[in-house]
């Protein structure tokens, strides 16, 4: 048997998470979007990066002290030199390229020396009614030691002159802002005529900030923001009640290891220094940037702002009235066939009405649902809780461990609790990603099962924002194996094997390898040979090392990565058939669809809708579900909404190359996004 021949390395997923950010920051430079929007994607990275250090950077860390210590710690500095010009180039933008631009529209950030004497006046009086009786400036001594600083908060650091009340020279102190402070504030029309004037919380304390300290002169300050490991730690071979120990780990949270320390560029070294010894940090966790500490909190000047001119356009979702007419019965409907429904091009309202259709109907015995990020604010919550009330069976099935959105379900599954619905939390150890709801309803002396499954969250925000694809079914395959899944969530037992749904952890990533392996086979045999796969992320190996062996046998592959590939595409022999791209828009890509072809045939190809990206987390340590799309007409819609256009979008679209940059596709061709939005009327 001949051998493989040999295939290239991986790229890095960290340099992979930080180029995608590198997108984002250039729809930020794009003079063809609204100048508010690109505000708003500054702030968009900034609170990508967050995360990428609370949580990637976090592990990398770890993964780094426990592997190989040269090549690890070579990988660390360059991931996090590649994360310093990164930040640099941010804060660049903002400053260079929009304030000059906002501030053409009338829209200012003034700081101390930008206000004049009646400006100043009004801030002096907002300083000291609304910000000074919440500040606590803590001088350092042995008595008084560094205060715990919470991930992520707004805080001063000062070097002062003097001598304290007591006589004694101790010369730092520490300012914490608490979070209920508004960072930025609008000053009165009056005060500003002709503009929207605006100031930034840092400044206001930086001007009065020797007020803090009577009878001492503040000779040095920074602001400083330290980002911490956030990821809940939860013994599973340990924990008796995952609640509890949830809601214990959600008050650690904000003081886990420190990964990361900001300070503005003015920060003296001996205070940048003294900062990092107290976080126990290398000099390259240190970020000196060029502005304020937090860009995330520009949103609430975005928020302010009166410019309807300087945002995109409304978008009102549309009610898919020829699939599912307002005026009959969703369930009726369901019994002729399947609905697609394609967020946020269409509305995510019949998801609601479905649900809510199910609470107000007699005949409805039981509703099943899984909950991964829904928030604090919810109308299918809500439902199901109603639900319950009326009598009716309620299962959720709520995931207490959705990164940063634990608190929410929490307060959520106390609440199902308390009216009598029945709440598991998965499985111990598995995160439950799947996206499912399930309805049993009487007919006619039987049961008939209608669901939905989704490859996004129950949240109606975000799906005016994320793209997803949303299934209403009746189809019995489909029901009864959704039906299968919530029993195995809440008695852990063995299933019947699934007639139609793939589940990981036991048989997605399988399948997904072997139908690779059928479109390979096809592709040495000479017959049509396609894989099209849109997802969020590809780091799988083992599904990645497939897919360039199926190059090498001959198969066409496009790949629609949205965020971090780590399949270098391109190389000669080995990749060359291999094309990747991202698609950074309006919208946030989320919808993920695997599409395959091993003939010409109809019944040579296969499309799976999905909740998991081709990760090994999502393969093995999440419960996840995929689907067929096995109507032709809905395969067909598929492939021309979620699929075609995105491979030829030549104005959001960025291509890969083999070393992991990316390129512009084009500037002034076709946006997938955009046509989808204009085809269903927005």
């Known amino acids: ?50 995360e990428f250090f609370e949580v990637r950077f976090a592990d990398f860390l770890e993964a780094a002290r426990d592997g190989d210590a040269g090549a690890s710690r070579r990988e660390l500095l360059a991931v996090a030199a590649e994360a310093h010009q990164l930040i640099d180039d941010q804060y660049a ?3 260079d390229e929009l304030t000059p631009l906002l501030r053409r529209e009338g829209i200012v950030v003034l700081n101390h020396a930008d206000r004049n004497a009646v400006q100043r006046e009004w801030v002096d009086r907002f300083f000291q009614k609304q910000v000074r009786p919440l500040l606590v400036p803590v001088g350092l001594d042995p008595s008084h030691p560094f205060p715990q600083v919470a991930n992520k908060s707004l805080n001063f650091i000062a ?23 508004p960072r930025v504030i609008r000053l009165p029309e009056e005060l500003a005529p002709g503009l929207q004037a605006f100031v930034l919380l840092t400044s206001v304390i930086r001007a009065h900030l020797g007020e803090l300290f009577p009878g001492r002169e ?16 939860v013994d599973h071979d340990d924990v008796k009640n995952l609640r509890q120990a949830l809601r214990t780990g959600l008050t650690t949270r904000h003081f886990g290891l420190a990964v990361r320390l900001e300070v503005v560029n003015s920060c003296p070294d001996e205070l940048s220094e003294f900062l990092l010894q107290q976080f126990a940090l290398p000099e390259q966790a240190l970020y000196k940037v060029n502005g304020p500490v937090n860009l995330v909190r520009l949103n609430q000047l975005i928020d302010q702002a009166e410019a309807p001119a300087l945002r995109f356009p409304p978008h009102e979702p549309a009610w898919p009235e020829r699939h599912l007419p307002r005026d009959r ?26 649900l809510r259709e199910a609470v107000a109907d007699p005949e409805v015995l039981a509703i099943k649902q899984t909950i991964y990020r829904t928030g604090s604010e919810s109308p299918l919550m809500e439902a199901l809780i109603e639900a319950a009330r009326r009598g009716k069976e309620v299962m959720v099935v709520v995931e207490l461990t959705a990164r940063f959105d634990e608190e929410a379900n929490i307060n959520w599954a106390e609440r199902l609790e308390a009216v009598g619905a029945q709440v598991v939390y998965g ?12 309805v049993t309803r009487r007919e006619g002396g039987a049961l008939r099962r209608y669901a939905h499954l989704s490859t996004g969250n129950y949240n109606p925000k975000t799906a005016r924002l994320y793209t997803d694809i949303g299934y209403l079914t009746a189809d019995a395959e489909l029901t009864a194996d959704a039906d299968a899944v919530f029993q195995q969530l809440a008695s852990q037992g063995r299933t019947r094997p699934l007639r139609a749904l793939l589940q990981a952890p036991f048989t997605l990533h399988r399948r997904m390898g072997q139908l690779i392996d059928r479109v390979a086979e096809a592709a040495r045999a000479g017959r049509p040979a396609r894989i099209v796969v849109k997802i969020n ?13 199926a190059s090498q046998a001959g198969a066409s592959i496009d790949l629609i990565v949205r965020g971090a590939c780590m399949l270098p595409p391109g190389v000669p022999g080995a990749t060359e058939r291999i094309h990747v791209r991202s698609v950074v828009g309006r919208f946030l890509e989320h919808s993920r669809v695997f599409y395959f072809r091993w003939g010409e045939g109809n019944d040579d190809e296969v499309i799976y809708l999905s909740s998991a990206d ?38 959001d679209a960025w291509e890969q190359r083999p070393d992991g940059r990316y390129e512009r596709a084009g500037s002034a061709g076709p946006s997938a996004q955009q046509a989808l939005v204009c085809r269903y009327g927005g």
Request: hydrophobic share 50%; glycine share 4%.
């Open 93 to 95: 933008v903002f400053n």
């Open 614 to 651: 081709w990760m090994a987390r999502n393969m093995f340590r999440r419960i996840e579900v995929a689907w067929p799309v096995r109507d032709a007409s809905l395969r067909q819609r598929v492939i021309d909404e979620c699929l075609v256009p995105y491979l030829h979008d030549a104005q």
């Open 159 to 181: 070097r002062l002159g003097g001598r304290d009340a007591f006589g004694r020279a101790n010369g730092i102190a520490i300012v914490k802002v608490p979070r209920v402070l």
């Open 537 to 549: 992320a590809l780091t799988d190996a083992v599904l990645i090392e497939k897919l360039m062996r």
């Open 1 to 50: 048997m001949a051998e493989w021949p040999p295939l290239p390395a991986l790229l890095s997923r960290e340099r992979a998470i930080l180029a995608f950010n590198r997108r984002v920051l250039a729809q930020a430079q794009r003079a063809d979007v609204p100048l508010l929007e690109r505000l708003r994607y500054i702030c968009i990275v900034s609170s990508n990066l967050d």
């Open 218 to 233: 503040v000779e040095a300050f920074s602001q400083f923001r330290v980002t911490r490991d956030s990821d809940l730690e």
């Open 427 to 438: 499985i111990v150890g598995l995160k439950t990603h799947a996206k499912l709801l399930l």
């Open 329 to 354: 019965s969703i369930f009726a409907r369901l019994r002729e066939g399947d609905v697609l429904l394609h967020h946020p091009f269409e509305s995510f309202e019949p998801v609601v009405q479905f």
